[in-house]
């Protein structure tokens, strides 16, 4: 790779700085520290806050692989796609009439993947440190359950329309928690949940299986609450992403459960399914909010994303090969050419349909190619690994990552920064475990 070389030319020049500073010897603390921080700052700062230590996380590998000698990156086979998918909307940039505006959505495409790279690297030697990664993402979850719960009892007011409660009953209006994150939105705390809980799953099995009792209770108690939680933001989106987590956690489970706990293993599966199903029937106000789903166009919801999604499958029509630039303040400026109604939107509320809007077909087309090539190899890895550890942290992660995805079908808060952050990293942890497989 030319990029290699140019590092690798790079290091010639400046190891000596290496070799001669402490600060540069100690670099990967301060990359581990910088990664922890992002996942712990995002249940306090707005988007830039964020973001600023993010790009802190990025200069600091930088620093690294720029004067270290030895130091290169080995993109994988997913890695390729996510590399086309980054020089189209490059392309897209290039090609968009609303260039400053496609430029600051272009910067945080570019925040986030240079993160993943980081994150990549850093677990490249560093791979003991999954444990603090997943464990740190499940604690922040564990702490916006907390607060979720106590908004929950003070029955926080809503802070705009969350909900259509022209045909609700009083006792159907559900109180939608919100958490600490910002922009306060439930369906923001839904889609962190969704990303967040799956890590939560796997460092139970993590304790588990090294056999730390006391560890793995309590993180199964932040499990639960964080599943409730979930279900409290009243995000039904979340509820379709949190089935497929419990649907991933059943499949990989049976793998190791299956044959010498069968009727344990049918016995907590039959559990879970009779819970949820109970607290639908009896929680009049949870019961209305699942129906809702299927309301279609009975609900105001539903039928202002179905107009969305008429006038955002025209946009991307429109401008199929190359998009109107990559960000949400594009779509906002353009949705209005093409809305069905006088309401205002913030995205597509669908992230393949988003992404197709923003830089065209041939970004969907690589972005798809990067899930699907993830997907197969982590399937296949899960499936032939025996390491169990190995596949309790991959499994997390790529039902994180496929749980994200099904809940971006209806929304698109996947591209906040809570999220983003989260879904990169799940990334990174699929990516470095089978790249170290490799290496073996």
């Not at 500073?21 to 910088?34: A, C, G, M, N, R």
């Not at 920064?417 to 475990?433: D, E, K, L, N």
Request: charged letters at 15%; a positive charge.
């Amino acid at each position: 790779m030319i990029f290699n070389s140019i590092l690798k030319f790079s290091q010639d020049k400046l190891n000596y700085l290496y070799e001669n500073s402490l600060f540069l010897q100690s670099i990967d603390k301060l990359i581990f520290v910088s990664i922890l921080a992002v996942f712990i700052s995002s249940t306090v700062l707005s988007s830039d806050g964020i973001g600023f230590i993010a790009l802190i996380t990025i200069f600091l590998t930088l620093l690294k692989v720029l004067t270290k000698r030895g130091e290169k990156f080995e993109p994988n086979h997913f890695e390729i796609w996510l590399l086309v998918y980054f020089m189209i909307v490059l392309i897209s940039l290039a090609g968009s009439t609303l260039f400053a505006l496609s430029f600051k959505g272009f910067m945080k495409t570019v925040t986030y993947l240079g993160f993943y790279i980081s994150v990549v690297h850093y677990l490249k030697d560093n791979r003991d440190k999954i444990p603090y990664l997943l464990g740190t993402i499940g604690l922040c979850a564990g702490f916006e359950s907390i607060i979720g719960f106590l908004q929950n009892f003070a029955q926080v007011q809503e802070i705009s329309t969350w909900q259509d409660v022209t045909s609700l009953n009083p006792e159907e209006v559900m109180t939608r928690v919100y958490g600490t994150l910002k922009p306060y939105n439930p369906n923001l705390l839904g889609g962190y949940f969704v990303a967040s809980i799956p890590a939560l799953f796997g460092m139970a099995g993590y304790f588990l299986i090294n056999k730390k009792n006391i560890p793995a209770i309590i993180t199964g108690v932040l499990t639960l609450l964080s599943v409730t939680a979930l279900f409290l933001t009243g995000c039904r989106g979340s509820y379709i992403g949190c089935m497929v987590i419990f649907c991933g956690i059943f499949a990989v489970s049976a793998k190791y459960l299956w044959k010498n706990y069968k009727n344990i293993y049918l016995s907590v599966v039959g559990a879970v399914i009779a819970l949820v199903t109970a607290a639908i029937l009896f929680v009049s106000s949870l019961r209305a909010r699942v129906l809702s789903i299927f309301a279609m166009r009975h609900d105001s919801s539903n039928s202002f994303r179905f107009n969305v999604y008429q006038s955002s499958f025209q946009m991307a029509k429109d401008n199929w090969l190359l998009g109107i630039g990559v960000g949400n303040k594009n779509f906002r400026e353009i949705y209005g050419l093409y809305m069905k109604t006088g309401f205002d939107a913030l995205s597509a509320y669908n992230i393949f349909l988003e992404t197709a809007v923003e830089s065209g077909i041939f970004a969907l087309i690589a972005f798809l190619g990067f899930l699907a090539v993830m997907i197969k190899d982590a399937v296949k890895f899960i499936l032939t690994c025996e390491n169990i550890q190995n596949v309790i942290f991959i499994s997390a992660a790529i039902i994180s990552i496929i749980a994200v995805m099904i809940h971006g079908l209806v929304d698109t808060v996947f591209f906040r920064p809570q999220i983003q952050f989260v879904f990169w990293t799940m990334v990174a942890v699929v990516s470095s475990t089978l790249k170290a497989e490799a290496r073996a």
